[in-house]
């Protein structure tokens, strides 16, 4: 299962790291992903769910501030290659 701790990062740079990480993971053929997103203020939280609602992944909230994303395999022909690259 690929993980990612958002912990220490701004909404800007955690939004890069979570399409880059999600890429990769889909690309490597993984199916499960962890976000530790923290518990802090609530805001990363807001953050990470905007991110995967607004991408359509499922996902769920195993505890405060960690969820668990279920990623489709065929959703990697909807990676844009240079929107990567730029993030």
Request: hydrophobic letters at 40%; glycine letters at 10%; aromatic letters at 10%.
């Amino acid at each position: 299962m690929y993980k990612i701790d958002l912990h220490g990062h701004n909404v800007e740079q955690a939004i890069g790291k979570l399409t880059s990480t999600i890429y990769l993971a889909e690309l490597n053929g993984h199916d499960v992903i962890e976000i530790v997103a923290g518990k802090g203020t609530g805001a990363m939280q807001v953050t990470v769910e905007e991110f995967l609602s607004s991408g359509g992944y499922d996902f769920e909230r195993q505890r405060d501030g960690v969820y668990v994303v279920y990623i489709a395999k065929t959703r990697l022909d909807d990676w844009n290659i240079q929107d990567i690259i730029e993030n």
